[in-house]
């Protein structure tokens, strides 16, 4: 990216609300169902149908609100903002104008040790609305179908101030604030099935100005790799824009995952007036303080308290601090098998490392990985008593990720003990003496790096299975004995 | 004196002494609207074949509050089964899956529903021309409206159809057609009965009520709809008093007031106002004290009724998009046209006229010059009313300030069919509970006296409207369903 220009981002985060039922009425919010099959006459906008507020929702709200270190309103209410739009049966949806129900909070992200606090100006409650499924193309399709099991399910939106500067910024806002909806409850936080989704309010500027410039907001960021690249994409598309003179229109624009590209939707003259009013059928929301701090009370441990107690009580860097701490799972995780083994460090470095790469790669969520947390820490001492090396060690995890088998098991199924009794060890070393004779002379005249080489022989011989520690220190013995 | 002619607790009466049976009421009620109703046009639909078996079930298992008891309903009730049109083409072949929360009230204090009521489409109008399907007339002069929108309720019940009817009053609606009709009209407080499936028009304002020919039914009535639903959360959950508790004559010591505003209004027929304080006369004799005051900003509650009113009603009739019921242009190659075409057919002029005026006032730059002004107007108002309630216990009125006008007489002027909501319009806007009961005729044609009383103080007004019923004989005259319809 051109360097004399800055990028200003702020994002619009909408999170479905963990609740069993809808927003404004008794129907269930599961996914995945038979279209149609989890709506009443209110989801449908049926003649005479009248909304009532889930209090459940306010609830979670408020536990969100106060996570993201808002204000909570004493009282908020509900408006409508009106559009035509099949999916939407009422033709308005219920949302929060003026009166949103959390204001003012923000969240510190963490880039290379540096934290920077981003703001939140509001969260407001809103319900989903349906979708529509076409046959192909939107463009080319000869009918569309509606499902409006999504109607009314409970949403909370989160607009950030201004105040990413970056692709990674907004990353690391995002990623955060996963974090901190998955460690309240809030939300499942899932992308892939929209239970999270995020618009980009995008707009370059000199470095140095003051103004901003004219924004656009994309749609259709559907991961985090989306968003990172879709800003990457428009900053650049703007910058390019202004260095030849063109003007920047104010404009929706959505992602293209398939062009890795933006594409405008409508520009501000096309925007719909949504005449916004309070929704006469619902009385405004009074929220007491009581009710307030009692939800406070709730609160879990939040992601940033974590992070100081992994820096500061198990003295982990501040990256991998981050890290553990994604989703509640992976910290837990990561605690549980701190309270069976006692280096925090090399936890950290296995579950960053092959347990994340073994999840990754075979599309596994933590919490249904076969090694349970006190299978790992019990490998773990096993390394640190001499029964396995490290080596040894990633076989036995790959057997564990597999079978969920107890380490100790597998050790003796396979006869992977490690080798540590000095006797046996000494008479492969003298067999591989011999048979690397030179090697050996090259050492004594003072080529030290042939030390390794003939370690790895030892190794080798015993498949492994010797104990490294114990192979080097009779080595260095021998060769300077003689 | 025939079976039509009584009211609710009269034929209740009947049947405990076994005097009649449910089915023979039953009966008389569909013989007299197939004698009159081809005069009087005030059914939508007859649901006759399950009324007479619902009668036939009935004779001997009778438990409810109105057992047995005929029934009728503005056709903007939703019933489970039995369509719901609202006198709109968008509607016509609309049949709900559900009853609206009165409906079921009714249905399981074993009422029996006779049909639907005619009634100007949507509920918006004042004469019940601007129903899609035919306008209904005036029994006491069928050249006449019978008021609106619920002009079925009223003209059904003046003309013995039915003893009472449920109808819903948004800026008038109960009380005006009542009026004109020369019955009893009464709209609750607002959120004293639960809106859950009544179709929407102003959200802030709808109330349902009751239409009949005596009081005491209003009363009957009240006792099994009023109280909290669950399913709207605008009915307000406090306890709910016996309504026929306060059917006594005794009003002694009653502090009435009159406002100086609605009888000093231009257009407001001599007659009709000389009845009305005939009426107050008649409450000074029984004890009350009558009292002049002023309710100063009585001449802005119009024009901030004919804001909120579309505003509303433009949101809550943007579902009907063809998209899931109603009227569907199937012809449309595209969603827009769809839309277009549907609603162009769907909506007469008058919704039209409102959806837009609505559009217009919430837009973006118009919602503080016209929305928000007018929300500060209705604070206003509701502020005169709550100081005069301070000091006096209810507020008399015209309901109207004429009697009924002529079939096609003010169609093609809204401006002046507005005017005709004048009196009862503040009242929607202060949520206030007000009753419209016979006070008289002039040349012919009955004359109301609107009795409000301050919110969900629905005992004092009935107490009230009783008293005088009980020292009048307005009420006992019968229309001869005379005159050449148009």
């Known amino acids: 990216m051109n360097e004399d220009y800055e990028v200003v981002v702020g994002l619009e985060v909408h999170a479905e609300l963990k609740t069993q039922s809808k927003i404004f009425c008794s129907c269930s919010t599961a996914f995945g169902s038979e279209p149609n099959t989890q709506i009443c006459p209110g989801c449908a906008g049926f003649p005479g149908m009248l909304p009532v507020l889930n209090k459940q929702v306010v609830e979670i709200a408020i536990k969100a609100g106060l996570a993201l270190n808002c204000e909570i309103a004493e009282v908020c209410r509900f408006d409508r903002k009106n559009y035509f739009y099949p999916d939407l049966p009422k033709a308005y949806q219920i949302s929060q104008l003026d009166l949103p129900i959390c204001q003012n909070g923000y969240l510190e992200i963490d880039l290379d040790g540096q934290k920077k606090r981003i703001g939140i100006t509001r969260a407001h409650m809103e319900e989903d609305a349906g979708k529509l499924i076409h046959q192909g193309d939107i463009t080319s399709a000869p009918f569309s179908l509606v499902d409006l099991n999504r109607c009314g399910t409970p949403l909370l939106e989160i607009v950030s101030e201004p105040d990413i500067r970056s692709a990674a910024e907004a990353r690391a806002y995002m990623e955060k604030l996963r974090s901190i909806l998955l460690f309240t409850g809030v939300s499942t936080g899932k992308m892939e099935e929209g239970s999270l989704r995020c618009d980009a309010n995008i707009s370059v500027r000199p470095r140095g100005e003051k103004e901003l410039g004219i924004r656009s907001e994309i749609k259709n960021l559907n991961s985090f790799r989306a968003l990172e690249r879709a800003i990457e994409y428009e900053a650049n598309r703007h910058i390019e824009a202004i260095e030849d003179g063109e003007k920047i229109i104010q404009e929706t624009r959505t992602w293209d995952e398939e062009k890795q590209m933006t594409l405008s939707m409508r520009s501000k003259e096309e925007a719909d007036d949504y005449r916004y009013f309070p929704d006469p059928n619902l009385p405004p929301v009074k929220i007491d303080r009581e009710w307030v701090e009692k939800i406070r009370a709730t609160l879990p441990e939040l992601p940033d308290q974590a992070q100081l107690r992994l820096v500061e009580e198990d003295g982990l860097p501040p990256y991998d601090a981050t890290i553990l701490t994604l989703t509640p799972e992976f910290l837990a995780y990561f605690d549980d098998c701190r309270a069976h083994y006692h280096d925090a460090k090399i936890i950290s470095n296995w579950m960053m490392g092959e347990l994340s790469k073994h999840l990754n790669q075979n599309n596994i969520e933590i919490n249904d990985c076969k090694i349970k947390p006190t299978a790992l820490a019990r490998m773990l001492n096993l390394i640190d008593e001499g029964t396995i090396s490290g080596k040894m060690a990633k076989r036995v995890f790959e057997e564990m990720f597999d079978t969920g088998k107890e380490p100790d098991v597998i050790i003796k199924e396979k006869g992977m003990v490690q080798i540590s009794d000095e006797s046996t060890l000494l008479k492969i070393i003298e067999e591989v003496m011999t048979a690397n004779a030179g090697v050996v002379e090259d050492y004594r005249s003072g080529k030290k790096k042939a030390l390794g080489f003939l370690v790895g022989q030892v190794m080798k011989a015993t498949r492994g299975q010797a104990n490294p520690a114990i192979v080097n220190k009779l080595l260095a013995e021998r060769l300077k004995g003689d | ?486």
């Open chain 2, 1 to 486: 004196m025939e079976l039509h002619e009584l009211g609710l607790r009269d034929l209740q009466n009947k049947l405990n002494q076994k005097e009649v049976s449910v089915q023979e009421i039953v009966k008389s009620i569909f013989k007299r609207i197939h004698e009159v109703d081809d005069k009087v046009k005030s059914f939508i639909t007859l649901d006759e074949e399950n009324a007479l078996k619902k009668a036939a079930h009935l004779q001997d298992s009778r438990k409810g509050q109105i057992a047995g008891l005929p029934f009728a309903l503005k056709d903007v009730f939703c019933t489970r089964g039995l369509r719901t049109t609202c006198a709109s083409r968008m509607l016509e072949d609309f049949v709900p899956i559900y009853d609206a929360t009165a409906v079921s009230r009714l249905n399981s204090e074993q009422g029996i529903l006779v049909g639907k009521l005619n009634m100007d489409e949507f509920a918006m109008g004042s004469s019940t021309e601007l129903s899609v399907f035919f306008p209904t007339r005036n029994p006491w002069d069928l050249e006449r409206v019978p008021g609106g929108s619920s002009g079925g309720c009223a003209a059904a019940v003046a003309a013995g159809e039915v003893p009472i009817a449920l109808g819903s009053d948004t800026g008038g609606s109960i009380r005006q057609p009542a009026a004109f009709c020369g019955v009893v009209g009464f709209k609750p407080s607002y959120g004293r009965v639960s809106r859950w499936g009544v179709v929407a028009c102003t959200s802030s304002m709808d109330q349902a009520g009751v239409i009949a020919r005596k009081v005491e039914d209003c009363a009957l009535i009240m006792n099994i709809i009023a109280g909290h639903d669950p399913l709207d959360a605008t009915s307000v959950n406090i306890e709910v008093p016996d309504y026929t508790s306060f059917l006594n004559p005794d009003i002694r010591g009653l502090k009435i007031a009159y406002p100086g505003e609605y009888f000093q209004q231009a257009g407001v027929d001599k007659q009709v106002k000389d009845l009305v304080f005939k009426a107050l006369k008649k409450y000074e004799e029984l004890g009350a004290i009558i009292e002049e005051v002023s309710l100063p900003h009585t001449r802005y509650a119009l024009p901030a009724y004919c804001i909120i009113s579309p505003a509303e009603a433009s949101t809550n009739l943007a579902c009907y998009d063809g998209v899931r019921f109603g009227l569907r242009d199937y012809e449309a190659d595209n969603v827009l046209d769809m839309y277009c075409n549907s609603r162009s057919a769907g909506f007469g002029d008058e919704v039209k006229r409102r959806i837009m005026l609505g559009t217009y006032v919430l837009s973006s730059g118009n919602y503080e010059k016209y929305y928000l002004k007018a929300m500060q107007v209705r604070r206003l108002i509701k502020n005169d009313f709550d100081k005069i309630f301070k000091e006096y216990d209810l507020i008399i009125t015209p309901t109207t300030p004429t009697t009924a006008f002529k079939l096609g007489a003010e169609i093609d002027n809204p401006l002046t069919l507005y005017g005709n909501d004048i009196f009862t319009v503040p009242v929607n806007l202060a949520g206030l509970p007000a009753i419209s009961i016979p006070c008289g005729f002039s040349d012919g044609l009955p004359v109301g006296m609107q009795i409000i009383g301050p919110t969900f103080a629905e005992g004092r007004v009935l107490n009230a409207a009783y008293a005088f019923e009980q020292n009048t004989e307005y009420h006992k005259n019968k229309p001869a369903l005379g005159g050449e319809p148009i």
